[in-house]
C-alpha cells in the first residue's frame, strides 16, 4: 500500500488529551496530524445537537478551579503550556454542591474550608483525623508516574474511624475519576481529592465548545492537522517501534511518534494480528471489571432554582455502605450524581434553557445483551427510575410540576460510549490498571489520556501535555 504521509507525530483520537498534544507540540514546529474516526472532535468530551438544541457530552464541570492569583496550580499549568489565556475559558465557578447520604449532609463549594467546616458539623469525633489526613494529603507528591502501595481507602483509614465518612468523602472521588470497583490508588485519589475539594468546580459559560474550540484553533494556527472520519485500523510494526499507520480508508501513513488516545488495551488490538473490529465495535462485555455509566438528560423551560433546587452538582447514596462495582441489573438506582448546569456563578448571565443531568452506574453486560426493541424500552424504563431515584434527594415540588417543565429528553448507556469513543465496555475511565509514563511494547508510541491516568477535563489536557513534553520534546 502506498505512503500518503510522514509526520513528526501522529495521534490517534481528537479528543482532549489528543488535541491538547497536538497544541503543544505544534508550538515547536513538530508536523502533527490527529486522526478521529468520527466527525466531531472532544472524544468523551463533545456535543452534538438534536432538532437545534446542543446537548453537552461528559461535561459536568472542569474540577481544578482557583482564582486567578493562586499559582502553581494544575490549571495554571495547563493554560501557559497550552498559551491560553484564562479569560478565554470564561470559568464560572459553582454555586455549591454537596453529598448526601441516609440522614447526612456534607456540603463544598470551592476551596476546601466549607468542606472542612462540614465534617467538623456533621462528624465531630473526626475531625482532628480529618485535619491530619488533610496534612498528609497536601504533603504527597502526586507527580510522580509510579503508584504508592496502598489505595485511598487504606489512606483514609489512618485517619478517620468512621465509615460512613469515608464513604461520603470517595463517593464524588469514584464517580469522578476511578476505574476501580470500591476504591481507587491512592496517587489518583490524591490528586483528584485536590482537584475536586480543595479547588473546586467551574464551568465555562457556553459549555465544552468553548474548550473545544480553543484547542482546535490553536492547533490550526500552529500548522498541526486533523483528518475526521478517518480512524486508524491498523498499526504496522518492526524491529521494536510502529512503522505506519493504517487508516479505515486503507491509506497508509508514518510518523516518528505515535500517541494513542484510544486506551491500553483498544491501542494493542491496533498492532494485533487481525485489523481492529469496526467503528461500533464488539456488543459484548468486556473482559475486565471496568466501569460503566448510564446519563439522562432533561431540558426544562425554567431554571432548576425554580424548584428550589440551588446546588451545582449533588452525589447520593441511599445505602448504608456506598457500593462502586458493576451492577446485575442494567442500572444501579442506589447512588448517583446530579448535574445543574445552570447552578455556576456565570455573573449575572442566564442560560437559555434549564438542564437536569442524572449519572449512574451501569453493566455495559446487560445492555449489550438485549435485542434493539428491548434496548429501546429499557431506555424509556430506567430513564423515569432514574429520575425518581435522583429527585428523593432534592427538595420536594409539587407533584406534575416538574414533569411539566420538561421540554426535551436524551439519555446514553454503556453501548452508546463505546460505539462513539471505541472504549471497550463503554467504560468512561477505562482500564482499572494505568500506565503512568505511557509506555508501550514499541518504543515511539505512548499512550495519552484515560488509560495513561489523568482525569477528567483538566486531567485529560495534562495528560496529553505531559506525555508530549516527555517522550517527544525531550527525546535525543
Known sequence: MPTASHYDVAIIGAGLSALAAGVRLAHFGKKVCLFERHNVVGGLNSFYSVDGRKYDVGLHAMTNFVPREVRGTALGKLLRQLRIEREALDLCPQLGSAVRFPGRELRWDNGGALLEAEVAREFPSQIDGYRRFLAELRAFDDSATVAPGFTAREMLRRHLSDPVLEDMLLCPLFY??????????????????????????????????????????????????????????????????????????????????????????????????????????????????????????????????????????????????????????????????????????????????????????????????????????????????????ARRFLAPVAAGEFERAVVATDMFTPLTVQRYTGHLGGAIYGAPRKVRDGRTAFGNLVLIGTDQGYLGITGSMLSGIMMANEHVLRAR
Not at 200 to 221: D, H, K, N, Q, W
Not at 309 to 327: H, K, L, M
Not at 347 to 375: D, F, I, K
Request: glycine share 8%.
Open 176 to 389: 469522578y475519576g476511578s476505574a476501580t470497583p470500591r476504591d481507587m490508588d491512592a496517587l489518583q485519589f490524591v490528586i483528584m481529592f485536590k482537584a475536586v475539594y480543595l479547588e473546586g468546580f467551574a464551568r465555562p459559560f457556553e459549555g465544552i465548545r468553548v474548550v473545544l474550540r480553543l484547542l482546535t484553533e490553536r492547533l490550526r494556527e500552529n500548522g498541526g492537522e486533523r483528518r475526521m472520519k478517518c480512524g486508524v485500523r491498523r498499526l504496522h510494526t518492526g524491529a521494536g517501534r510502529v512503522t505506519a499507520l493504517e487508516l479505515d480508508n486503507g491509506e497508509t501513513v508514518t510518523a516518528d511518534w505515535v500517541l494513542s488516545s484510544a486506551g491500553a488495551d483498544e491501542t494493542r488490538r491496533l498492532w494485533a494480528t487481525e485489523p481492529a473490529a469496526d467503528a461500533d465495535g464488539p456488543r459484548a462485555p468486556a473482559p475486565d471489571e471496568r466501569l460503566g455509566f448510564v446519563e439522562t438528560i432533561q431540558v426544562l423551560d425554567r431554571p432548576p432554582h425554580d424548584f428550589g433546587w440551588d446546588e451545582t452538582i449533588v452525589f447520593f447514596n441511599d445505602s448504608e455502605r456506598f457500593e462502586f462495582a458493576n451492577p446485575a441489573a442494567p442500572v444501579d438506582l442506589r447512588s448517583g450524581v446530579i448535574c445543574m448546569p445552570n447552578n455556576f456563578d456565570f455573573g449575572g448571565r442566564t442560560m437559555a434553557e434549564g438542564c437536569l443531568r442524572v449519572t449512574s452506574l451501569a453493566s455495559h453486560a446487560a445492555w449489550a445483551a438485549m435485542p434493539e426493541p428491548q434496548y429501546r424500552a429499557a431506555k424509556l424504563h430506567w430513564f423515569g427510575e432514574m429520575t425518581a431515584s
